[in-house]
């Protein structure tokens, strides 16, 4: 592309239409940095930046209705920031939800013993263990296919409607909702965890009773393989109901990330 044609085509485009994009880029490029699966490292940099390009050319039309972005150099930095930082927090209030299946994972690697053996996490480079990894890749798998993608393209699209690119959101409110939504990792952690904790205390516990009764008898030695197994059984069980639980927290939490801005 000539430098005439190029000029051409900025003309017919207009510079407030130009900087209405790189604004709206500002606002999705927190998705692919923080947001689960879009920020996953399997997808290369390159794919990731054109997807955001991409995203951003078809959200700029909707974001620029009724909109006039200032020519003011000091004025577009400040709406470069504030878009971004509303980006930042919708993301990461979304990301509290893989989170706490991750943190689900990770307290049951401890109780079972998986915590010894450490694996990398292929979407985000993470260490931990084996149910750790396990739930990070049932709970993407799930949140794909519950359609969370979607949820928080959408989530995006709508906050352009609730932020305008030349607004601000309401940065104590924003701030409140991602400390409540933070505050919320563990509690949920320890709801999907339950199950298998309950199962595991309760195994100790007769582990315990044994050998008490049977001193010379070393219980813990053999029932570390059983404690595994039970481990694995609990969680085979309960793993069918974390589709459920990821889509109502996926929906409660872009609908209160949407509320905070």
């Known amino acids: 592309m000539t ?5 051409g085509l900025m003309h017919q485009i207009g510079p407030s239409h130009v900087l209405g994009f790189f604004l709206v880029l500002a606002r999705i490029s927190p998705l692919f940095v923080v947001a689960p699966l879009f920020s996953s490292q399997m997808i290369p940099t390159q794919v990731r930046t054109v997807i955001a390009v991409a995203l951003s050319i078809g959200m700029t039309p909707i974001a620029m209705h009724g909109q006039t972005i200032p020519s003011d150099p000091l004025i577009i930095a400040a709406l470069f ?4 930082l509303t980006g930042l927090g919708f993301s990461l209030a979304v990301s509290v939800v893989i989170a706490a299946v991750n943190s689900a994972g990770a307290l049951l690697d401890v109780v079972a013993g998986f915590s010894y053996g450490q694996l990398i996490n292929p979407f985000d480079g993470s260490q931990g263990g084996v149910l750790t990894n396990l739930y990070s890749m049932i709970g993407l798998a799930l949140f794909i296919a519950i359609g969370g993608d979607a949820w928080m393209l959408r989530g995006i699209e709508h906050s352009l ?4 690119l030349t607004g601000a ?3 104590s409110s924003l701030a409140a909702g991602i400390d409540m939504a933070a505050g919320t990792v563990f509690v949920s952690a320890l709801e999907l965890a339950a199950p298998a904790l309950l199962a595991l205390l309760i195994t100790d516990v007769a582990f315990g009773l044994v050998s008490r009764v049977m001193p010379q008898l070393n219980v813990f030695a053999v029932g570390f393989p059983l404690k595994i197994g039970v481990a694995m059984l609990v969680v085979a069980a309960s793993l069918p109901f974390l589709g459920g639980f990821l889509s109502n927290q996926v929906a409660g939490v872009v609908s ?3 509320q905070a801005l």
Do not use: E, G, R, Y
Not at 161 to 164: F, I, K, N
């Open 256 to 258: 209160s990330a949407l």
């Open 81 to 84: 920031i504030t878009n971004a």
């Open 161 to 164: 409607v609730l932020v305008p």
């Open 3 to 7: 430098q005439s044609v190029f000029n």
């Open 169 to 171: 959101p309401k940065i």
